[in-house]
């Protein structure tokens, strides 16, 4: 994609379909009279009096205790600069979205008009009664140093300059395993800084506290080394100011060097120095986009090097979101009044030590890892770690109840980490990490209606995000306009199955796909015709290994789509059924929804067939399936053949599978509803479990409730996902969003994944 593109996109995301990335929700019933006069007069007075008693119940009556404000004048904003506080706003907004989608912490974006320290630390102390914690963005060095220093002595709310902290908290948690891999002691080791800024002294004052001398750290900006004769030093940076002469270089500074922080500039370590460093070198190359050395170049320079990059498409990301979610989180969970180097410390330790921890299965595959393990490509947790929320907020929230900042300490701890992962429940967390899974091994795709504007800029999107390389099936001279509208200047394989530049590849799809079905009342000119249609032509790219997956049916009816797929793909061996699933984004967590396409009175082996077929996708994305066979009756309480059939296929599945959960016939509200399934059915297998999978009775029951939940209530859906086929084809729902699309096609490259992989143990096996 062109930069004018690239630009129009994101100011098309900015802009569309409401402007920002934020906004304010009722948290409370307003339907009626009654609620509107509870929520505000009359009855707000109530909560009024009793925080005027005491001030400390507006955490009780208000949204104070879960709101944080994300604040800066705009002096430093990425690498943009001083641009102002209104056009700091969306990356605030950005930061705000963060904080809601990794930890559940609401956020108000604050921008100030204040460059002058005093004006900017009064403005934030005059509204910080409305907040429960203070993040602030952006600002430039050395302002940003005594502004966050004296918000610390002056609130008693917790305030982090989150530039500063975050980046030194998750390269101090890299460290620490770094040095043990290393087989260096903390206060041993010699340490080279390129960069001067916040986020460089934060992270040597942070190293220090781990125990390295600050003797043995030299530091150099982008004038030079820091010495003690420079007059244009800031108290904090004279602390790592040397005697040593002014021409000093880096490449004499890196001789002998244990480690190489890098919060600088692009490019300005070369293989040359880093083959003068200390044995299992520690490098830190932390500038972005473009890191101090590229990642390849460094790691077949030097052997034995542990680096790490802030990037995300190389090992040991220092990103951090792994930091400042959950530091925050544990901060706001006892009420602490600052966040204090205690606390900093306990989540650095807490993220060491959960990268020695075995890392779940979800992360594997979101990461296309066999299994990652400690050591020198694996020293951090990744950002998408579940376990991150309930190792470093109760980390933190513990060191401020140790450190006396704690003013409502936590005395359950399970019954906390019940809660921090009921927060996990609310956003797209599936839906990246099955994007990220897909970038890990990309797969050509067919977009067999690439000559639809919203297909094609499905198949774009797919390209630019690593998700896949997109094959396009169409009108061909259509196609080349619309890539020119939307700026989709890559080249990609364009084939139209209906002109003369595709006959020799037509007529040999049709030889094939005739001698297949001879038998079966298919002739030879039948076949050629078919092939003409681009859902036939593009199966037979798949069959021919000409493609490794297909996405289709945007502009035509489900029925009529399926039916080519049907008779060139077929059902994967040993399969006796064709089935759908839904995954549905809801606020509990992902749930599965089957079969929501194909089947529209299954009998009870075909239910125990889907059931069986969901559970495998669900395990594909990394989660145990918890199974309900849902009805309109409850274990036995009707006779009826639709409950039937559903009693008898769980029946069948508990008899030869066991270790499978799944439990039914039974109600939707019952199988949703733990308590309550609890309580009237403790023997149910399901008792005590989150159903995340329903198998419905029948095709109209799954496919009105799917479609419900997307329309009534917003909720994200990713499907129908095809079980049961030989190639990894999957089929949009009519006039499907380009979002849909996206994910689709993720879900078609990580099935192409899976069927590959099977391939492979097969091959390894004979």
């Known amino acids: ?282 490098v830190f190359a932390m500038a972005n986009p473009v890191p101090e050395i590229d990642y390849d170049l460094a790691v077949a320079t030097r052997k034995d090097i542990i680096m790490a990059t802030g990037r995300s498409d190389h090992p040991n990301q220092v990103n951090n979101v792994l930091g400042f979610p959950y530091i925050f989180r544990g901060a706001l969970d006892v009420r602490a009044t600052k966040i204090n180097e205690e606390m900093k410390m306990a989540a650095v330790k807490s993220l060491a030590a959960l990268a020695k921890e075995s890392v779940p299965e979800q992360v594997n595959i979101a990461y296309g890892e066999t299994k990652l393990i400690f050591g020198r490509e694996y020293i951090i947790p990744k950002p998408f770690d579940p376990r991150l929320i309930t190792m470093v907020a109760p980390a933190v929230a513990k060191a401020a109840m140790d450190s006396g900042v704690a003013l409502h300490p936590i005395t359950d701890w399970e019954k906390y980490e019940e809660e921090l992962l009921e927060r996990l429940g609310s956003d797209n967390k599936m839906v990246r990490l099955l994007t990220n899974r897909a970038r890990t091994e990309p797969k050509r795709v067919v977009f067999a209606e690439a000559d639809h504007l919203d297909v094609l800029k499905a198949a774009q999107i797919v390209l630019e995000e690593g998700i896949g390389y997109p094959i396009l099936l169409g009108n061909r001279e259509v196609i080349l306009e619309l890539k020119e509208e939307l700026g989709f200047d890559a080249e990609v394989p364009i084939y139209d199955p209906k002109t003369k530049e595709e006959d020799q590849r037509r007529l040999r799809y049709a030889e094939i796909f005739w001698k297949a079905r001879q038998r079966r009342g298919i002739s030879l000119l039948d076949a050629q015709k078919w092939m003409r249609e681009r859902n036939y032509f593009a199966a037979m790219m798949v069959n021919e290994g000409e ?134 059915f403790p023997f149910s297998k399901l008792a005590g479990k989150k159903v995340n999978t329903l198998i419905f009775p029948n095709l109209e029951a799954a496919n009105i409730t799917y479609k419900m939940l997307k329309e009534l209530y917003k909720v994200d859906s990713v499907g129908p996902i095809m079980l049961g086929m030989e190639k990894p084809v999957h089929i949009f729902q009519l006039g499907a969003s380009v979002e849909e699309m996206v994910n689709m096609a993720a879900v078609a490259v990580v099935d192409a994944q899976e069927k590959h992989k099977r391939i492979r143990n097969l091959q390894v096996k004979i």
């Open 1 to 282: 994609m062109n930069r004018n593109s690239k630009r129009r996109e994101a100011l098309l995301y900015h802009a569309k379909p409401q402007p920002g990335k934020i906004k304010v929700v009722p948290t409370k019933k307003y339907a009626t009279q009654r609620d509107l006069s509870l929520a505000y007069s009359p009855g707000v007075a109530e909560p009024c009096l009793e925080i005027a008693k005491d001030v400390n119940n507006v955490y009780k009556y208000t949204a104070k205790g879960n709101l944080v404000a994300v604040i800066t004048n705009g002096t430093a904003v990425l690498g943009l600069g001083d641009i102002g506080p209104e056009a700091s706003k969306p990356v605030m907004e950005g930061k705000g979205l963060l904080f809601k989608i990794f930890a559940d912490i609401d956020v108000f974006d604050i921008e100030i008009d204040a460059k002058n320290i005093d004006q900017f630390v009064e403005t934030v102390k005059n509204i910080a009664p409305t907040f429960g914690g203070i993040n602030l963005e952006d600002i430039k060095a050395p302002e940003s140093f005594e502004i966050e220093r004296r918000l610390v002595e002056e609130l008693n709310i917790p305030v982090m300059h989150d530039d500063q902290h975050g980046t030194a908290i998750i390269s101090s948690a890299a460290l620490i395993n770094a040095l043990e891999l290393a087989g260096k002691k903390v206060e041993d080791v010699k340490i080279v800084v390129s960069g001067a800024g916040s986020a460089a002294l934060a992270c040597a004052n942070l190293y220090i506290l781990l125990g390295v001398k600050v003797e043995n750290i030299i530091m150099f900006d982008k004038d030079g080394v820091l010495t003690n004769d420079r007059s244009d030093l800031s108290s904090l940076q004279k602390r790592y100011a040397k005697n040593i002469k002014d021409n000093y270089t880096l490449a004499e500074a890196m001789v002998g060097a244990d480690i190489f922080l890098g919060l600088s500039a692009g490019n300005i370590l070369t293989p040359e120095m880093l083959l003068t460093m200390a044995d299992n070198p520690i």
């Open 547 to 680: 493609a490794d997956a297909l996405v289709t049916g945007y502009s035509r009816s489900y029925p009529s789509v399926v039916k080519p797929m049907m008779q060139l793909i077929g059902k994967a061996p040993g399969i006796s059924i064709i089935a759908t699933t839904n995954m549905m984004m809801t606020n509990r967590g992902p749930m599965f929804l089957s079969d929501t396409a194909i089947n529209p009175d299954p009998s009870s082996d075909d239910l125990a067939k889907i059931a069986l077929m969901t559970a495998k996708t669900v395990r594909m994305f990394g989660m145990e399936p918890v199974i309900a066979m849902v009805s309109f009756s409850n274990f036995g309480s009707s006779a009826d053949p639709n409950a039937s059939k559903v009693r008898e296929s769980v029946a069948y599945l508990h008899k030869y599978y066991p270790d499978l959960i799944v439990d039914g016939e039974i109600q939707a509200d019952f199988a949703l509803n733990a308590d309550m399934l609890k309580a009237k």
